[in-house]
């Protein structure tokens, strides 16, 4: 059984990709307003809203549970991509690496988002992060429900 791999899924949304972007690249402050159901809080925890490198720390709940998550953020701005590097958290407990990326690509009026997690097990029997897919999936229609109605 491979300790490490990747999972992905990708979905059409009514956002521009500009605009859904946007929203990681420099406003993430906003996902807990976006995706409340998900996302409790995120505090910056060194740097800033803007920067890549800064370090952040998500309050959130999968499968009904709380969690912390702590991360390092990377952008790609050519490619409308964001890498949440995850540092510490309830995730770590159980992944050596845990790597959420959203990458962004302008489609008609909307765009495409193709999100994948990275990851690296701890232990053989870790399951694979499902939960954390849906919960990826479900923040991102949160969010853009949430861009289209403003």
């Not at 770590?92 to 790597?99: D, E, F, P, S, T």
Request: with cysteine.
């Amino acid at each position: 059984m491979a300790l490490q791999g990747k999972m992905e899924t990708s979905l059409e949304l009514k956002s521009s990709a500009e605009k859904f972007y946007n929203v990681w690249r420099s406003q993430s402050f906003h996902v807990p307003k976006h995706a409340s159901k998900h996302i409790q809080g995120v505090d910056v925890h060194a740097g800033d809203w803007e920067t890549a490198g800064s370090i952040r720390i998500w309050k959130y709940t999968v499968g009904g549970k709380p969690g912390v998550f702590k991360e390092k953020v990377h952008f790609d701005d050519e490619n409308k991509t964001v890498t949440l590097n995850g540092l510490e958290g309830d995730v770590m407990k159980i992944y050596k690496v845990y790597k959420p990326v959203w990458q962004i690509t302008p489609k008609g009026s909307g765009c495409l988002a193709k999100l994948s997690i990275e990851y690296e097990k701890l232990y053989p029997d870790v399951p694979v992060p499902d939960i954390y897919v849906d919960l990826m999936v479900n923040m991102t229609k949160d969010i853009d429900e949430a861009l289209t109605q403003t």
